[in-house]
């Protein structure tokens, strides 16, 4: 569990669209190798196999930071959500700024949103709809249609690496660069509700409900691996029920990792810095 105020030193190992249902703008705007065993670098093996054990490799790194984004489609309008920080994967816990799209004059209406990721909570300051400036919303993300996946605007970096274990297919696609760095490029299908099954016990159940909330349990993935088999760059593509119209939201959420064994602090808020009251949802009702 992360502590009131917690430092961790990762291990160095070498290097306006409305939503509902859960989803971010409603939130928002309103047999495995040991660790550290390099992977054959030709892209041999069970691709299944090397991606069930990636989110291990992440663990074994310790720590990173992360570049995100999320682009979600509904009705013909398209946003795309980024954000940047901070993760341990040792202790679960991380601090990302999220930025919200301009609006079509160009300009953002809304201050970056700093969101805290805990084990089976998240937290975010900013967030708009009627919370004071000053206060934080702590949200438990196993009670999230999504678990978390989509709701933040970023998924939660642990989390997207543990979608892999529900890997059902996978193909390896050749090797190739992620910001410089030589990778291996894997496409494949996981099922949430596998992945649930093997996941930590941190995010069992935050899967859980992404695996009953999305419009389908599989989820389509690109995932690069980096010669120790650790994550540099996932895509997902997640899809749910747009309860405002017909038809689904279609997302794809995009996570970036880099600087392995960076340090991480995380400072969870005081009680008394907690918001409360109630949210205004989007349309101006309270």
Wanted: hydrophobic fraction near 35%; charged fraction near 25%.
């Amino acid at each position: 569990m992360v502590g009131r105020d917690e430092e961790r030193r990762g291990r160095r190992s070498g290097g306006g669209l409305a939503l509902t249902g859960g989803a971010l703008c409603v939130c928002l705007a309103g047999g495995c190798s040991g660790p550290g065993t390099a992977v054959d670098g030709s892209g041999a093996g069970d691709p299944v196999a090397v991606l069930h054990r990636a989110a291990d490799r992440l663990v074994a790194a310790g720590s990173a930071k992360a570049h995100t984004a999320m682009e979600m489609a509904s009705g013909g309008t398209r946003v795309t959500i980024r954000g940047e920080g901070v993760y341990d994967f040792e202790g679960r816990s991380g601090r990302l700024k999220v930025r919200l799209p301009q609006d079509p004059s160009g300009t953002s209406g809304h201050r970056p949103i700093t969101e805290l990721l805990t084990p089976g909570a998240l937290f975010m300051k900013n967030r708009g709809a009627g919370v004071p400036d000053d206060k934080w919303v702590r949200v438990e993300t196993a009670s999230l249609s999504d678990g978390n996946l989509v709701t933040g605007g970023a998924t939660d970096p642990l989390a997207a690496a543990e979608v892999l274990r529900g890997t059902r297919t996978a193909t390896y696609l050749g090797r190739t660069e992620v910001a410089g760095t030589a990778v291996r490029h894997y496409r494949g299908a996981a099922d949430l509700a596998r992945a649930a099954r093997e996941a930590s016990e941190g995010n069992r159940q935050a899967l859980a409900a992404a695996a009953v909330g999305f419009a389908t349990a599989e989820v389509p993935f690109d995932v690069y691996l980096d010669d120790e088999g650790r994550i540099r760059k996932i895509r997902h593509r997640f899809s749910f029920a747009n309860e405002r119209h017909e038809g689904t939201v279609a997302v794809a959420s995009t996570t970036l990792l880099y600087d392995f064994g960076a340090t991480v602090r995380v400072r969870l808020p005081e009680d008394a810095d907690i918001y409360t009251g109630r949210i205004a949802e989007p349309g101006g009702k309270n």
